[in-house]
């Protein structure tokens, strides 16, 4: 039996000879594709600056770097989110706490920001960047956060890993409107891909400079850049910095730029299915994934939220019951502060309670541009047969 997964890339003919192309070319890195399609993300989100590397978890890192994160900062994210979102921060010898969720949007909760920026000054341990991510693809009120990061001052990364192809107020998500820094991912489940990669937009010059520095060994060829030495010693590059080869190749960059000129006919698609499933799944023991008027999602994921007062099995059972189905549904997400790694660190369960309490009842159920209408009718008829009532509810 084949499995219908949750989330599934979609390549094309036109993908193919895009990449293809490349293999027959001069350049396999370092050449013209990443330039061209980093203009391209700029321009779809109205951004003024993008730099493309090999996956978000490194945008992410040097994001944290470029913002000047470092030993004794704090960063603060959800814990709704892949652990990545998280991860940067440690990176840079930064320590990370949590602002627990909204239980309608499941993204960080901005009346528990606000609560916890509140305690936070008082106490001196305020913290340098936060980290909202925009979960399943609906963004964060990021205008109300940007209030906050006004009034105490901290830096705002999106983590837009999930998110590419939406908008917030209209505006295309990435555009760093109420942000320092956007970071997409291009891993084959999200919106596009590009094999691997992921990519930072920025409205700032300087921040731009700083992230194309450490993606590339902190090394730089504009003389500008460059430490005053005498004529003889200038040559054509200088290690300036600290950085990484977190480089994106040309194949990769062909890949995104033949996909982004999908990018709304994938979310469309995806809007279709949500659509279907809203009205298909409506008089299931279920909550469907809350939409806030603000925002338009790339719904990357379809979450449904499992009444366990009303069904008659677990969460779990339910899981491995669609499993056995062929329905590749997935839990997003164990809350980050409840990962063996973390609780090391300190965190333990309770601490993010609408996070865990979330935890214990979400299921991703498959949505993907490639997805038939005829395999959503199957996922719903394995859902209505999984989600039996208990006797006398
Ligand atoms: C996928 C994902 C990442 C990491 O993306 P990679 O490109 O795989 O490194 C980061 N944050 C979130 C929320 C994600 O879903």
Known sequence: ?????????????????????????????????????????????????????????????IACLSLGLGKGDVLWTSPNTFVASANCALYCGATVDFVDIDSQTYNMSVDALRDKLELAEESGSLPKIVIPVHFAGQSCDMREIKTLSNQYGFKIIEDA????????????????QYSDITVFSFHPVKIITTAEGGLATTNDQNIARKLALYRSHGISSDIEDMDDRPEEEIW?????????NYRMTELQAALGISQIKRLDQFVAKRHALAVRYDELLVRLPITLPFQNCLTYSSYHLYPILIDLEQVEKGQKQIYNELIANGIGVNVHYIPVHRQPYYEK????????????????RVLSIPVYFGMTFEQQDKVVEVLKIALVKKEGV
């Open 1 to 61: 039996m084949s499995m219908i997964p949750y989330g599934k890339q979609d390549i094309s003919e036109n993908d193919i000879s895009a990449v293809f192309e490349v293999l027959q070319s001069d350049f396999l890195t370092q050449g013209p594709a990443v330039p061209a399609f980093e203009s391209s993300v700029a321009e779809y989100c109205g951004a003024d600056y993008a730099v493309a590397v090999n996956s978000a978890t490194s945008a992410l890192h």
């Open 161 to 176: 890993a999930h998110a590419i192809g939406g908008k917030y107020l209209d505006k295309a998500i990435g555009g760093c």
């Open 236 to 244: 054509n590059y200088q290690q300036i910095d600290l950085g990484f």
């Open 345 to 360: 660190m300190g965190f333990s369960k309770g601490d993010f309670p609408e996070s865990e309490i979330y935890h214990q």
